[in-house]
């Protein structure tokens, strides 16, 4: 089973929801935050900038509407997602976490993520 971290915005490529690191940076340049959240997600942030590869396919046009899932094997990354939650939610960005066994089309593949085509029209519910 797949697992995507996602917020209520719409990501204008993929027409899906938005990924929780781009909501994470919005949030850390907000300012809203106490120095300790501002600290403890400027570290979550440059966690997943030095372990998790953005892939370079996702900026040609025809992957646009591709979305990224983690594997089960990604378990530290899970992990600091929930904590990312944790952070975001008090802060009005609604978490929703998605799980599926069909992302779509893989288009890219590494340890801990698979980068998926969705199939045309699936919509994924939070669980």
């Known amino acids: 089973m797949y697992i995507r971290f996602t917020i209520l915005d719409t990501d204008p490529d993929s027409g899906h929801a938005s990924g929780v690191l781009i909501a994470a940076s919005n949030l850390r340049d907000e300012g809203a935050l106490s120095p300790t959240e501002h600290e403890s997600l400027k570290a979550a942030i440059a966690w997943f900038n030095e ?11 025809g ?4 979305i990224s899932w ?14 990312l ?25 590494d340890e801990w993520q698979v980068v998926a085509q969705p199939a045309n029209g699936r919509r994924f519910q939070a669980t």
């Not at 939650?85 to 599926?100: A, F, I, M």
């Open 51 to 61: 372990h998790l590869p953005v892939p370079a396919l996702l900026q040609q046009p």
């Open 63 to 66: 992957n646009r509407r591709a």
């Open 70 to 83: 983690f594997k089960p094997a990604a378990a530290e990354a899970i992990r600091r997602m929930w904590q």
């Open 85 to 109: 939650k944790s952070l975001l939610d008090p802060h009005g960005y609604h978490v929703e976490v998605l799980r599926t066994a069909l992302p779509g089309m893989v288009i890219y593949e």
